[in-house]
């Protein structure tokens, strides 16, 4: 069985993916900045979950040693800082990166300039020694918390230059009911794909939803 790992993993996003692969059987560990936050976190999602799930709280560099597979959940403003402090402990890893660079105004959310080209590529750069996927970009937080939604109807788009790491991602997701990965082309097209955040955050609030995607004819 594999572990994964979150690192940033107190927020929605890591935890409603955290909550869901405890579901579908695996060891998860949930990583903060904060030892502390991260036990809560990992006690309140146990609490959720039936008898015999395995989460656990620790500190994000003990998160990144744990995880066979290690989820990057982090805020955009910490992605770098934090990558470049769990790097050697992320050496031979498959790293999903599912980090949206975007910001805020008055006229709702917007996709930012990354140097790189997108978190994902960031990430690529900043850990050469392991297999960095983009995937999870689109998934409602809200859903992957809602104990009372069993299938999520959405794709999972999946993007990455290693195949036997986008293939081990696609199956990951196949695990959550509902959920399909789709391989959607290599890292350098992973900007569009966290960009599209944006389009369905603005989704959700025009019409009170929880939108995400599916690809057809595949």
């Known amino acids: ?9 107190t927020g929605d996003q ?3 993916l955290a909550r ?30 039936p008898e015999g799930a395995r989460v656990s709280g620790v500190a994000n560099l003990d998160a990144a040693a744990a995880g066979d597979v290690v ?21 031979g890893k498959i790293v999903v990166d599912c980090v949206n660079p975007l910001g805020f105004d008055a ?45 999520l109807d959405t794709d999972v788009l999946v993007l990455g230059d290693d195949r036997d790491a986008t293939d081990a991602v696609q199956a990951l997701a196949a695990e959550i009911p509902g959920m399909r990965g789709i391989y959607a082309g290599r890292l350098r097209n992973a900007h569009q794909v966290e960009a599209l955040t944006a389009n369905l955050i603005s989704v959700n609030r025009r019409y009170k939803a929880h939108a995400g995607l599916r690809v057809t004819d595949v």
């Open 1 to 9: 069985m594999t572990s994964i790992a979150f690192l940033g993993g």
């Open 14 to 16: 890591g935890r409603g």
């Open 20 to 49: 869901r692969f405890a579901l579908a059987g695996h060891d998860v560990v949930i990583g903060s900045r904060s030892p502390e936050r991260a036990q809560a976190a990992a006690a309140d999602l146990t609490g959720s979950l």
């Open 71 to 91: 989820i990057v959940a982090v805020p955009w403003e910490g992605h770098e800082a934090l990558l470049k402090e769990v790097a050697p402990a992320l050496t």
């Open 107 to 151: 006229q709702g959310a917007f996709a930012l300039d990354v140097e790189e080209g997108s978190a994902a590529q960031q990430a690529a750069g900043l850990l050469p020694d392991s297999r960095v996927v983009a995937a999870f970009h689109h998934v409602s937080a809200v859903l992957l918390l809602d104990p009372e939604v069993d299938t």
